[in-house]
């Protein structure tokens, strides 16, 4: 998998994982999930796939072990207008990327899956879970004739 394209994928996954969110406040007003996904920076925690993935020669289960550092500290924003930032953070894979890009957000009526357009694709993640801070997501991609289901955490940063 190239660079650029596990990149949107991991961007992807966290579209995907703050869609569904629900809050688990004491109060009897709870944000709604726009709320939730729009209320701060989302950051990848966990990447898993099922079966395993070829890693570059090796099948891994655990990809977010494999990431690299400069992967790990990108954040994601969802922002009330339907658009989405990608941040590299702190440090960059290629020092010639921009800082920052975006694309657009949009839940489905159901709000139970989370669709988001970056350079012209669209992808749709199936939420699991959707709450103050944290989101979990899935999402299936068939390559070289095997479907693979990668499970996707973020937490708020």
């Known amino acids: 998998m190239k660079t650029n394209s596990l990149k949107a994928l991991v961007a992807m996954f966290g579209l995907l994982a703050t869609i569904n969110m ?35 020669g090796t099948p891994v289960t655990n990809i977010y072990a494999q990431l690299p550092a400069c992967i790990k500290d990108d954040l994601t924003t969802f922002k009330e207008s339907g658009t989405v930032n990608f941040d590299e953070g702190a440090s960059k894979c290629d020092p010639n990327d921009p800082q920052t890009t975006s694309g657009t957000w949009a ?19 199936n939420i699991e879970a959707l709450e103050d801070d944290i989101f979990k997501a899935h999402y299936e991609i068939t390559e070289e004739g095997l479907t693979y ?9």
């Open 22 to 56: 629900t809050s688990c406040k004491d109060d009897d007003a709870q944000p709604d999930n726009t709320q939730v996904l729009t209320d701060g920076n989302w950051k990848l925690t966990a990447l898993t796939s099922d079966p395993a993935f070829n890693w570059f």
């Open 107 to 125: 839940f489905s009526t159901d709000e139970k899956i989370l669709s988001v357009t970056t350079d012209g694709e669209t992808e749709s993640w």
């Open 149 to 157: 289901t990668f499970t996707i955490t973020f937490s708020k940063n």
